[in-house]
């Protein structure tokens, strides 16, 4: 038996961004017709992240205890958040993002929690973080215009509030997507810089995409690992080990908490 096609089944014309929801059997993701896939969720088992980059965001773990507060930036469908609300209820987190119709369409296609726990915030994170009062363990950056981050999330004084807004043991996970290596090292220089060489990149083969973890403090766990990661793969559903491995590859010694 054959798998069945996509089927659109929502699509919208916002200003200069069309927004589609698409459905395959128990998968459904949104994109804004740019050939990336900004969110995605598996209708039958919202404790899984179907999406390597998601999951790839949330590698900061490894070297942190659990967070017990969370701030996304860039909330898409709020895959994240429905993830963290089945596998960790006790984590309370708030999404953030600057189309009200993204944050409804959250709400109506993607399950995003409605529980306490959960907050959507219809804000400029540019705003957010100069009236924000809250701590944060982990703040996920997850924001592209046109396939490309964009220049003022690495500026400094964005940076600085980002930073200002985590716990003494936070960390920020930046999706960082550039055009080459000179862009790449001209963002990552502005986080090393903000965040005291306390950082660690990791790449997706086969993406653009590379994923900077940035920490407030030293971190907490760092050798061995072995034992620990494979208690948060059990615990997280997460390829914790990959991703582990890959770090090394792409931080050699003395290139950041390395």
């Known amino acids: 038996m054959t ?7 929502f699509d919208q014309q916002e200003m ?4 589609r929801i698409w459905q395959q059997g128990e998968r459904r993701w949104l994109d804004f017709d740019d050939g990336l896939i900004q969110s995605e969720i598996n209708l039958d088992k919202p404790e899984l992240l179907p999406q390597v980059l998601n999951r790839a965001m ?8 659990l967070p017990k ?9 709020g895959a994240t958040a429905r993830y963290f609300s089945h596998r960790f209820p006790h984590i309370k987190g ?9 944050l409804s369409l959250a709400r109506r296609y993607f399950e995003f929690p ?4 959960w907050q959507i915030i219809h804000d400029d994170i540019k705003h957010y973080v100069e009236v924000c009062t809250e701590r944060y363990d982990l703040i996920i950056i997850d924001i592209a215009v046109e396939q490309k981050t964009p220049e003022w999330v690495f500026e400094q004084q964005f940076l600085n509030q980002c930073k200002a807004l985590l716990t003494e043991h936070g960390h920020v996970s930046f999706n960082l997507l550039v055009e080459g290596a000179n862009e790449f090292m001209h963002y990552l220089s502005a986080v090393r810089r903000t965040f005291k060489q306390r ?3 990791l790449s997706l083969p086969n993406y653009r995409n590379t994923v900077v973890l940035a920490f407030n403090s030293a971190p ?4 061995p690992l072995n034992e620990r990661i494979v208690s948060l793969e059990y615990g997280w559903g997460i390829e914790f080990t990959e991703f582990y491995q890959q770090m090394l590859i792409d931080n050699p010694a003395n290139s950041g908490v390395f």
Not at 220 to 223: D, E, H, L
């Open 69 to 77: 507060r969370i701030l996304l930036v860039g909330t898409g469908g």
């Open 114 to 117: 409605e529980n306490e726990q």
């Open 94 to 102: 708030d999404a953030v993002d600057i189309s009200e119709s993204v």
């Open 16 to 19: 200069n961004e069309r927004i």
């Open 3 to 9: 798998e069945s096609s996509p089927k659109l089944i």
């Open 220 to 223: 907490s766990f760092m050798s």
């Open 199 to 201: 950082t660690v990149c």
């Open 58 to 65: 949330l590698a900061g773990i490894l070297f942190e205890a």
